[in-house]
């Protein structure tokens, strides 16, 4: 019996031994993994060229997870780039010795108008330093071309194609459908320009929305047309000339003689020409660097010995209450955490808060609002606005100590509303019957099965016009204009940068440089390091993390593809709060 026990004992023990020794060796190979992944070991050699490959979808920031790369659930057909990392590969590429140009080649690529500015404005200061920029392409987006016009040279392929065709805004409407369903959506607003209902109560754009958003895009345009012009050394009437031909339906010789580019080349002759002008030979292999290449490549300008720091806070996506473990979007619970910790940091001299948001829940718009209040009784806080600081997005910038923001970015659209969905007329056709007890008058008040009373539908316009004259009177207060004439600019109407700035909105036009220089301006530091909040996530947080609901939000990409969109959609008007400080759309340049 005790030799049985014996041999018990020492196979379990051998069992948990070959166990343990299974798991190590398991975690160092998937270490190893991981590694390969998200190590290139690159080493910049002299004559070198930066890669900018604009391909996909644009975003302020992305943070590469090996994870999700070994698991495959990044989409290769729409890779996400990081305007943030793109931005700093054009500085690291001006200041390094080592790059002598820039190599711009275009696929598919979409992004917004505010953030192509910014990308062309880098390259532009790039120029500066005398190096070279080539674009080529086989098929030139209209996002890409405006931003390779800066190029010293723009070539497109014999048998390519160029897409310059204007702007257009074109909604979808679900008024039809909820119809058909038996869905009536109960809509209290303020703000004759608030737009945001509108897909859910009408089958066409209002005059006042049809109003606001050609003078918008005509105004986005205007500046566009007037970058090509200058860098292509044309007018503009004849880049609208162009436009209205349709360039990516005539032939390409047309494009050259129209001097929208400078000449057709095939890629391989476009490679023998980067060849030349980094100083190789024919037979040399082209030495490029990638934009993830720089990362980890040092910026000089950045180097310094003070402690002193500008922090940036990114917020992007729509606004939302309550916390996320998502990167996606922006939570008060988790921005007002963020903000908390750079109001302590007293390494930190002052806060650009980059943002980039439609809006969303006013109720989390507020806190948020209140936080950068809070922060800003401590150190100069500097709003940057990117494609869109719009409705919750301005309300959370309103109170800054200045405002900066591109020519083409969004902003405004100070309104509020609130949607109750009505499905009475869906449980009839379905044969659903509801009925109901309850103690006081208004006890079953946000019954979706039936109708609004006229009581409730009062007592629910009151308390959004309490919300809108609290939105009103924080943007008055903020941007020190009275409360009358902030009014005439509020009413949900939407602008460009540049009609901001003309109207009090903002302080100043230009990018996130420009509103760090004026952080330090307003901090009274000269010498100073900038540091990025919230921080990205390296494989090891992502892994010890519970990263569970953005590994479900990339399965979901994975699957449905380009239907998730929709998918996305539902979830938010399922999710959000029912007052809302939001746009109703997204305007990308493609």
Known sequence: MKGFIKTVFASALGFFVALIIVSILSVGIFAGMVASVSSSGFQLKEKSFL?????????ERTSSNPLMELLGLYNNDMPELGLDDILSAIKKAKENENIKGIYIDSKAFSASSASLQ????????????KKFIVAYADYYTQGAYYISTVADKLVLNPQGGLDLHGLSVSPTYYKGLLDKLGVEMQVFKVGAYKSAVEPFTSSKMSDPNREQLLGFINDIW??????????????????NLAADKLPLLQSQDSIVSSKLVDALMYETDVKNYLRKLTGLEKKDQLRAATITDLKDVELKSSLTKSMDKI??????????????????????????????????????????????????????SEQ?????????????????????????????????SKIVAEPTSLTGSIGIFGMFPNVEGLTQKLGLSFDNVKTNK????????????????????????????????????GRKIPIAKLKEIAQGHIWSGTQ????????????????VKEAAVLAKTKDYSTAEYPEKSDFLTN????????????????????????????????????????????????
């Open 51 to 59: 890669h900018l490959k604009l391909e996909g979808l644009l975003k």
């Open 118 to 129: 910014a990308i062309r404005d880098a390259l532009v200061d790039f120029k500066t330093s």
């Open 222 to 239: 205007g500046n566009i047309a007037a970058d090509i012009a200058k860098s292509r050394k044309i007018t503009v009437q004849q880049v």
């Open 311 to 364: 922090a940036i806070l990114y917020a992007e996506g729509e606004i939302t209450s309550g916390s996320s473990t998502s990167d996606e979007g922006i939570t008060n619970e988790k921005y007002v955490k963020e903000i908390e910790k750079l109001k302590d940091d007293e390494n930190v001299k002052a806060v650009v808060f980059r943002v980039n948001s439609p809006g969303g829940s006013a109720y989390a």
């Open 368 to 400: 948020i609002w209140k936080a950068i209040t809070d922060l800003k009784a401590v150190k100069p806080v500097v709003v940057s606005m990117g494609d869109y600081a719009a409705s919750g997005g301005y309300y959370i910038s309103c109170n800054a």
């Open 442 to 477: 208004l006890s079953d008040f946000g019954d979706i099965t039936r109708p609004m009373r006229e009581e409730e539908k009062v007592i629910l316009q009151a308390y959004i016009n309490r919300g809108y004259e609290l939105f009103t009177k924080r943007c008055a207060d």
């Open 500 to 515: 901001a700035l003309k109207l009090g909105l903002i302080d100043k036009l230009g990018g996130l440089d420009v509103a």
């Open 543 to 590: 892994l010890l993390s519970d990263k569970k609901e953005q590994l479900k939000v990339n399965l979901v990409k994975e699957y449905l593809g380009d239907d998730y969109q929709m998918v996305s959609l539902m979830k938010k008007v399922k999710n959000q709060d029912y007052i809302q400080a939001r746009l109703p759309y997204i305007i990308s340049v493609r």
